[in-house]
């Protein structure tokens, strides 16, 4: 049977982090995974968090199973904290799920068993990981550009979906004018698509109730709406895989079913997501103190990657690439695109160990701050040299 199996693609991203973990330049530079790093290159656990899982620890519960939809006060708080209390929270549904990959998969499962055939909509460019979840549930993916998404979306139709990242967009760092998101919600209230709003960065772009802004404003003007949420970089728990799928329904009412779908389909993905994260985080969400220290610590991490930002787009404009400079000044949160060809990230990664992607994304709040200076100029002699590539 396994001589049978022909060879699958490798993941892009974890194939350059391997490459990265086989280089042996001591000056070698990770950008590629979305981790959120210090400024000596470490990945934190939160002081909140830490503080969480001592109070859990202390008080020993039960690890008896929890059920399919997860941990239920945790759905609620993940509820509240993107749509706040009533309005569009009082016609919302909730279960936890791996991670916000098991969110997009389960809401995408969703949709294929409601409506089989229909038509998903995400953005060129996009994580690289929406595609291969839409498809992988039976879907067909179309594109629409992200940077004018208001000249391809007119083309959605009635009971199609519209995959929207929230905020910071992944992997671009580049998100719509609110003038502009209102626009794509009239054109969802007009045309009939349901919004299915990606949420992996709210906190880290310009603050957690700013990025949860067009959000809220879209469960406000659509009757039906899907959010997959990820707790893994604004909680900085990657390991521990802590999600949530929400639907919006025209009223309760018309939700009596939802849930029951969405853990059938956990069921036969992984029957129930792991507590501990889940746990964890409505810890701090109930606590005032907690949730005090964790926002605040939320705002150093979105602080530390804005200076980083600036600090890049300021070398970069004394090294004389103004332009390229100030369009890196537009984008926002964890990741940014460098005006760099494929060519020219594969010439950075050659000649100075800075590893990106080929699509020119980069986790800006992976980079320490002193090796800023490092990577403005490692990119400004690929900008000034286009022909190193072919050498």
Not at 378 to 389: H, I, M, S
């Amino acid at each position: 049977m396994l001589e049978l199996l022909p060879a699958p693609p490798a993941d892009p991203l974890w194939e350059l982090a391997a490459a990265f973990a086989a280089d042996e330049r001591p000056e070698r530079l990770d950008l590629v995974l979305g981790v959120y790093r210090d400024h000596t290159g470490v990945t934190p656990v939160m002081a909140a968090v830490r503080e969480a899982e001592i109070r859990l620890a202390e008080r020993s519960a039960s690890k008896e199973y929890r059920g399919l939809s997860g941990n239920t006060a945790f759905n609620r708080a993940m509820v509240s904290t993107v749509l706040g209390t009533g309005g569009p929270a009082d016609r919302a549904t909730a279960v936890q799920t791996v991670a916000g990959t098991g969110a997009l998969r389960l809401l995408a499962d969703l949709i294929r068993r409601t409506r089989p055939g229909t038509t998903v909509w995400i953005s060129d460019p996009a994580y690289v990981n929406h595609r291969p979840i839409l498809e992988a549930a039976g879907l067909t993916v179309r594109t629409y550009d992200w940077n004018d998404p208001l000249r391809d979306l007119p083309d959605a139709r009635r009971d199609d979906v519209v995959l929207l990242q929230g905020c910071c967009h992944n992997p671009t760092g580049v998100d719509p004018t609110r003038d502009e998101w209102e626009e794509l919600a009239a054109l969802a209230v007009r045309n009939g698509w349901v919004p299915f709003v990606d949420l992996a960065y709210h906190g880290l772009g310009d603050g957690l109730e700013a990025d949860l802004w067009a959000t809220r404003m879209l469960a406000d003007r659509v009757p039906e709406m899907l959010i997959a949420i990820s707790c893994s970089k604004n909680f900085g728990l990657y390991s521990d895989r802590t999600g949530c799928a929400v639907v919006l329904g025209p009223s309760r009412a018309a939700l009596r079913n939802v849930e029951t779908a969405l853990q059938n389909a956990a069921r036969t993905l992984y029957s129930m997501p792991p507590e501990h994260g889940a746990a964890v985080v409505t810890a701090i969400l109930e606590d005032d103190g907690l949730r005090a220290a964790w926002r605040a610590e939320l705002d150093d991490m979105r602080a530390r990657i804005a200076a980083n930002r600036a600090d890049l787009v300021a070398h970069l404009d004394t090294l004389g690439h103004v332009a390229q400079a100030r369009s890196l000044a537009r984008q926002k949160g964890m990741f940014s695109t460098l005006p760099l060809s494929p060519d020219g990230m594969r010439e950075l990664r050659r000649r100075f160990a800075i590893y990106g992607t080929d699509s020119g994304r980069i986790n800006i709040a992976g980079v320490p701050a002193h090796r800023i200076p490092c990577l403005a100029q490692g990119v400004a002699a690929v900008l000034e040299q286009p022909c190193a590539a072919m050498c």
